[in-house]
């Protein structure tokens, strides 16, 4: 009994933990910063996982820009995205004693009173059929890390081309942005970002995160979850 007792509060921390850490990467990846070109015409807004979050434009940006949009929307990204690592780099290297504020256990809910040797059973189905899928895994994460990502605003005046989570050009319809006003410009300019940068985590995610891999993945989100339904705790 003793042993059982052992195993269970053993589980139980190891679930304690996975929270905690999982808390702490959500925290990490969910910070912002911001940066902007050199002249000041475009301000942009990333998640630390360099993920495109806002972009505004300076009400001078024509003047402050050079008349070179495209040139000026690179550089406030690239600037932004060079905080966004190394903030990253600077949350990930300090070794902080302050515990983060969770969440405590949440009840168990009526997904988890089913048969556990039977879930047990569903789980090493889909462990195996996961097996199967490992041997692809690292080309298909590959691919997607590498894959040229063209997005285009709704008014069709900003195409962004992004690739590896960077933005490596901006092409604006010289005609439509000479007629358009700011907040329109911002809004193309801004939907065309969000599409062409989602982070390059979400990107890779996305596309392992299929099949029985994504149902896999789901289950080891929730390590609490798991345990439950395995009936090793309550």
């Not at 195993?7 to 905690?20: K, M, N, S, V």
């Not at 059929?129 to 692809?136: F, G, N, P, S």
């Not at 894959?147 to 319809?173: F, K, Y």
Request: proline share 4%; with cysteine.
């Amino acid at each position: 009994m003793a042993q059982l007792f052992d195993i269970d509060e053993g589980l139980r921390q190891a679930a304690a933990e996975a929270r905690q850490q999982s808390a702490r990467l959500a925290a990490l990846t969910s910070a912002e910063v911001s940066g902007s070109d050199a002249g000041g015409a475009v301000a942009v807004t990333v998640r630390a996982d360099g993920a495109f979050v806002a972009l505004s434009l300076h009400d001078e940006w024509r003047k402050r820009s050079g008349g070179d949009l495209s040139a000026a929307v690179v550089a406030a990204l690239a600037a932004a995205q060079q905080s966004a690592t190394e903030a990253w780099s600077a949350a990930v290297a300090y070794d902080s004693p302050q515990t983060l504020d969770l969440p405590g256990e949440s009840a168990p809910s009526t997904a988890d009173s089913g048969d556990p040797a039977l879930f047990a059973q569903s789980l090493d189905s889909l462990l195996q059929q996961v097996e199967e899928r490992l041997a692809e895994l690292p080309d298909r994460a590959a691919e997607a890390a590498t894959r040229v990502v063209e997005a285009t605003g709704p008014a069709g005046g900003v195409i962004a081309v992004a690739r590896e989570g960077a933005l490596v050009r901006v092409d604006c319809d010289e005609r439509w942005l000479a007629e358009a006003p700011r907040t329109r410009i911002e809004a193309e300019l801004t939907a065309a970002l969000a599409k062409a940068l989602p982070g390059l985590r979400n990107q890779v995610d996305a596309a392992i995160r299929v099949g029985p891999v994504g149902e896999l993945l789901d289950l080891a989100a929730d390590p609490a979850a798991l345990f439950r339904k395995l009936g090793l705790t309550t």
